[in-house]
């Protein structure tokens, strides 16, 4: 699978802001489609943040939009997410996702699959 490592996480007051980041760093993938965050609060399931397709098309969850903005570099297999006006509910892991495509080993097709990053906690306190 691809190596998605993300940064950015941290402490911010509500009403504060951060920038995570994710970078797709393992080759693993000949051709990414599309690069998200997910926010996993606690006691809860995983949910969507945001994502973005390779052309630039965004998803965005209701109780981000207007608050959050996804975007992406291709060349740089990189995907940032802006958070803004954060909120208590925003607490919890953030993990990156990407899918993609890639060629077996000896297999003259590709095959499609889906990475996740290991996750970066946000905390926003008063």
């Known amino acids: 699978q691809e190596r998605l490592m993300e940064s950015g996480g941290g402490l911010v007051q509500v009403g504060g802001s951060l920038r995570l980041s994710c970078v797709a760093a393992?080759?693993?993938?000949?051709?990414?489609?599309?690069m998200g965050w997910y926010h996993e609060a606690p006691g809860k399931q995983r949910e969507l943040v945001a994502k973005i397709t390779r052309r630039g098309a965004t998803t965005y969850g209701n109780s981000v939009k207007g608050r959050f903005t996804i975007t992406r570099n291709n060349a740089r297999n990189t995907v940032n997410l802006q958070m803004n006006n954060l909120k208590f509910e925003d607490t919890g892991v953030y993990y990156c996702h990407a899918e993609g495509d890639y060629y077996p080993p000896g297999e003259g097709d590709f095959e499609s699959d889906d990475s996740w990053g290991q996750g970066t906690q946000v905390t926003v306190f008063a």
């Open positions: 393992g080759n693993f993938f000949s051709i990414i489609h599309d």
